[in-house]
């Protein structure tokens, strides 16, 4: 039935109380199994972003822990 399950992760409780259901369904059909998480830094606060990057990247080590 389904060949790929998808879990979007924000790292809230809410999300992570779906990975087990997600798991199941995905042992029970034999398909696959992708939890991904969206890494996106606010917008910058200075005129010329110059701290863009380094929020950036902080973000991505947000959602990687």
Do not use: C, K, N, W
Not at 15 to 20: L, N
């Amino acid at each position: 039935m389904f060949g790929t399950v998808v879990v979007a992760l924000d790292g809230s409780s809410l999300a992570e109380r779906a990975v087990p259901y997600a798991i199941g369904l995905a042992q029970s059909t034999g398909g696959r199994l992708v939890l991904t998480r969206a890494a996106l830094a606010a917008p910058p606060m200075s005129v010329d972003g110059s701290e863009l990057e380094q929020a950036q990247a902080h973000a991505v080590e947000e959602a990687t822990a």
